[in-house]
C-alpha cells in the first residue's frame, strides 16, 4: 500500500469519526468538537507533500464546487439574516463533515479501484437502523394498532450508546433514514448476485418493518413509490405481479390501520379515527410551509437564519394559532424545500436545487451504465424526495450524515465509471456499455473465472486492483 493510499483511508476514517463526532448536541458538546474541521486542511496539506497535489481524484471537482458556493452562502447568511446562533462553526459543521465524507470517499475509491469500503459503511449504517428502528424508536398513538407487535419486541438501552448525546428517536425522525436506505438495502440485494445479496435482503426487509411499526406516512408512500417504480422498470412478468400484489397487500393492511386506530380528539371531544388525524396533520404541515413562504417573502436573500426555524415560528409575525394554544413549537417546517427557503433564502434555494440536479445527474449516469444500480440508488433518492414533502430531515439535523453517505456512494460509483472499472459480475448484450468489459474485483494480473461469485471477492479478496482500461471519452 502507498503513503496516498494510507492516507487516503486515514481520511476516511477521520471523516466517519467527525459525523458521530458531531451527532452531539450543541452546547456544549458538539462544540468541543468543532476543531475536526481542521483535519481537511491537514490532510490536504499531508497530500501536497506526498502528491504535489491536494487531490488526487477529477471526481472531487463538483463537490469542490458545491462546498465552496455553500460556504459563501452560508457565511453571508451568517451575518446579513435576521436571527443566528452564537457560533458560525458550530451550527454549519454537519453539512461541512458531510461534504468532507463526500470528498473522502472519493479520493479512497479513486485510488483502491473498488466500491467495498462505501458499501460496507451503507450496509453498517442500515444495519444499525434496523436494530434503532424496531428496539429504540420511541413509539406514538399512530402505531397503537400495532402494539401487541411492539410489546413483544425487545427493548434497547440508546442512551447507552453515546450518553452525552442526549439521544432520541422520534419514529418521524428516523422515518427519513429508514426511507433512504430501505430502497437502497432492496436495491442492491437485487444488484449484486452472490453471498451478500440475502444480507442485503434481510437487512432492507428489516428496515421495512421498522418503517411500519412506526407509520411514518410520507415515508411508508415514499418507500412504496419507489419501490413500485423500481419494481415496474426491472421487473417482468410473474415477478413483476408478485411484486405488485406484495405492495398492494401492505396497502390494505396500511388502510386497515388508519381506519382502526384512535386519533386525536376533536374539538366536540369525541374520539375519531386516524384518517381524522391525518387530516388535521396534513392541514398543521400546511400552516407551517406556509410560514416559511412568508418567511421568504419578508427576507428574499437570507431567510430567517440558518436552523432558525424554530425560534422564527414563535414570533408574533409567523406563530400558528393552534401551536400557541397548546404550547407547541414547530421544530422545522416540515418540508425540505420549505425548510431551505426559511434557512437560507433564495440563494439557498437555489443551491439546493443545484445539488438535487447534480445528484440526478449522477443517478441518470449511473443509469446509463447500470440499470439495477441506478434503481437502487435513484428509488433511495426518491423516496427521501417523497418524504421530504411533508417531513424532513434537515441540513442541520443528525441525520443529515446519511443522506451525504449516500451521496458519496453515488459520486463513487461515478468515479468507477470515469476510471474505467466495471461495478457488475456480469455483462449484459443488450445493456453493455463502454467500460463493461472490465471487472471491478479482479487484479491488475489476472480476468476473473467464469461464475466468479463477485459479492464474495469484494468481503475476501486483499485490496486488489482492478484493470484500467482506456476509453476515448475517458
Keep these: 500500500m502507498t503513503r496516498i493510499t494510507s492516507l487516503a483511508y486515514a481520511e476516511w476514517a477521520c471523516a466517519w469519526f467527525t459525523q458521530l463526532a458531531f451527532w452531539h448536541i450543541s452546547p456544549p458538546i458538539r462544540d468541543r468538537w468543532v476543531w475536526l474541521l481542521l483535519l481537511p486542511l491537514m ?32 457565511a453571508f447568511n451568517f451575518e446579513a439574516a435576521p436571527l443566528r446562533r452564537q457560533d458560525y462553526w458550530v451550527l454549519v459543521c454537519r453539512p461541512l463533515a458531510g461534504m468532507w465524507l463526500v470528498a473522502a470517499t472519493v479520493q479512497l475509491v479513486h485510488l483502491e479501484g473498488q466500491l467495498r469500503w462505501p458499501l460496507a459503511a451503507l450496509t453498517a449504517l442500515a444495519l444499525a437502523g434496523v436494530g434503532l428502528g424496531l428496539f429504540a424508536t420511541q413509539w406514538d398513538g399512530k402505531s397503537a394498532a400495532l402494539d401487541p407487535i411492539i410489546q413483544a419486541l425487545p427493548r434497547l438501552n440508546h442512551r447507552a450508546f453515546l450518553p452525552d448525546a442526549q439521544l432520541s428517536f422520534n419514529p418521524n425522525e428516523i422515518a ?10 432492496l436495491g442492491l440485494a437485487y444488484w449484486r448476485r452472490g453471498s451478500l445479496r440475502v444480507m442485503w435482503g434481510l437487512i432492507g426487509l428489516g428496515l421495512l418493518a421498522a418503517l411500519f411499526l412506526g407509520q411514518s406516512r410520507f415515508a411508508l408512500a415514499g418507500v412504496g413509490v419507489s419501490l413500485g417504480l423500481c419494481g415496474l422498470v426491472l421487473l417482468r412478468g410473474t415477478a413483476l405481479r408478485w411484486a405488485m400484489l406484495a405492495l398492494g397487500a401492505l396497502l390494505i393492511v396500511e388502510l386497515l390501520i388508519i381506519g382502526a386506530v384512535p386519533g386525536r380528539p376533536s374539538a366536540a371531544d369525541a374520539p375519531i379515527v386516524l384518517a381524522g388525524r391525518d387530516v388535521d396533520s396534513v392541514a398543521r404541515r400546511l400552516d407551517m410551509i406556509e410560514r416559511s413562504g412568508q418567511m421568504l417573502r419578508d427576507h428574499p436573500l437570507t431567510g430567517v437564519g440558518m436552523s432558525m426555524y424554530r425560534t422564527a415560528i414563535r414570533q408574533p409575525a409567523y406563530q400558528i394559532p393552534a401551536f400557541e394554544a397548546q404550547n407547541f ?12 427557503a426559511a434557512d437560507l433564502g433564495l440563494p439557498g434555494l437555489v443551491w439546493y436545487g443545484l445539488l ?5 445527474w449522477m443517478v441518470w449516469r449511473v443509469w446509463r451504465w447500470d440499470r439495477r444500480l441506478a434503481c437502487a440508488l435513484g428509488g433511495a433518492f426518491l423516496a427521501y424526495s417523497v418524504y421530504g414533502l411533508g417531513d424532513a430531515i434537515t441540513l442541520w439535523d443528525r441525520l443529515g450524515f446519511i443522506w451525504w453517505a449516500l451521496i458519496a456512494f453515488i459520486a463513487s460509483v461515478i468515479q468507477v465509471q470515469n476510471s474505467g472499472y466495471n461495478t457488475n459480475g456480469s455483462e449484459s448484450s443488450s445493456e453493455r456499455s463502454a467500460l463493461s468489459d472490465v471487472k471491478i474485483f479482479t487484479s491488475h494480473q489476472t480476468r476473473p473465472r467464469a461464475g466468479v461469485n463477485c459479492a464474495a471477492d469484494w468481503l475476501c479478496a486483499p485490496r486488489q486492483r482492478a484493470v484500467r482500461s482506456y476509453h476515448p471519452n475517458d
Design 356 to 360: 438535487h440536479g447534480w445528484i440526478a
Design 176 to 185: 427519513g433514514a429508514l426511507a433512504l436506505l430501505c430502497p437502497l438495502m
Design 43 to 74: 490532510f490536504g496539506v499531508v497530500r501536497w507533500v506526498l502528491a504535489r497535489s491536494l487531490n488526487t481524484s477529477a471526481g472531487l471537482n463538483q463537490i469542490l464546487i458545491i462546498f465552496l458556493i455553500f460556504l459563501a452562502l452560508s
Design 329 to 340: 413549537t414547530a421544530p422545522h417546517a416540515h418540508n425540505l424545500w420549505a425548510q431551505m
